[in-house]
């Protein structure tokens, strides 16, 4: 079988274009449906590209139809980080779903990871997204990863020069209305207001959530976020699936890392998914 080769292409928005790579099956693979990938925040997004591309790759073989973009100010699309908006970020995955529903028949699936989870649930939650949700090693709350993110300010000033005491932190400065830049990214009020807000719920339109938990160990239970979203999806009468796997943690080491037991795990737990029971 020909192996699955990525195109790239721009996909029109109003401020421009949302830089984009479809992978899509090879000839005489059976299509399944499609895949969103919707990615993690600032420095987790590029640490991870190699490993989106292997998964990518590797549904696309098995006959998925999959859409990794950048959004707005983010990688090779239109504009700067710090005009992005939380809003922005949304419409974005809407557009990305929109075309990717757009290519054929089948389920389609919302993939985020970390921060993305946040987003992919958010957009699905918003503009009624009749969608899948495989969600690889989620954030659970929008306000907690902004902290952790804001953080890295202070730790530049330990290891740089001395911080001047009277001048305001990075939070001070959001809340004030300005932009602040941090690990070479620029964060406006809008997309830090929407990030506070955030927290991974289940959307009413989500027919089925697969959580992966990801990193070295592999004999940890269900984080309490994932029981929640577990009891939410039984009430509900969707699938859930929660899976750990141990690899390494791709999206914030230094090295870039991979791990062929996760693309592994994500060709068998999407072919669980029949297209008959996710197909509207």
């Known amino acids: 079988m020909r192996r699955a080769q990525p195109e790239a292409f721009h996909l029109p928005a109003p401020d421009g274009f949302r830089f984009c790579v479809a992978w899509q099956p090879p000839a005489g693979v059976v ?22 591309a292997l998964q990518a790759r590797a549904w696309a073989e098995q006959g998925w139809t999959v859409l990794v973009p950048d959004l707005r100010g983010c990688g090779d699309s239109a504009g700067d980080s710090g005009d992005a908006s939380w809003d922005d970020w949304l419409e974005d995955v809407r557009r990305a779903f929109d075309w990717t529903r757009a290519q054929g028949n089948g389920p389609v699936w919302l993939w985020g990871l ?7 649930t958010a957009a699905a939650m918003r503009f009624g997204l009749a969608c899948g949700l495989y969600l690889w090693q989620p954030v ?8 952790q993110f804001l953080r890295l300010q202070s730790m530049a000033h330990v290891v740089g020069k001395a911080k001047d005491e009277r001048a305001p932190g990075p939070d001070q400065i959001l809340q004030a209305g300005g932009l602040v830049e941090i690990a070479g990214y620029r964060l406006s009020p809008a997309l ?6 955030a927290t991974l719920t289940l959307p009413p339109t989500a027919r089925s959530l697969c959580w992966l938990q990801l990193g070295p160990g592999d004999d940890a239970g269900p984080t ?3 029981e929640r979203l577990s009891r939410a999806c039984e009430e509900a009468g969707r699938g859930f699936m929660f899976e750990r796997i141990a690899t390494p943690s791709f999206w914030q080491t230094q090295e870039i ?3 062929e037991a996760l693309t592994v795990a994500g060709c068998r737990l999407l072919a669980m998914e029949s297209a008959e029971a996710l197909c509207p």
């Open 192 to 197: 830090a207001e929407g990030m506070r807000a």
């Open 224 to 226: 309490p976020a994932a």
């Open 140 to 147: 659970a709350n929008g306000k907690q990863h902004l902290q």
């Open 114 to 120: 970390r921060h993305g989870a946040l987003l992919a």
């Open 257 to 259: 890392e991979v791990s």
């Open 31 to 52: 299509r399944r449906g499609a895949v969103v990938h919707v990615p993690a925040f600032a420095e987790e997004m590029n640490k991870s590209r190699r490993m989106v």
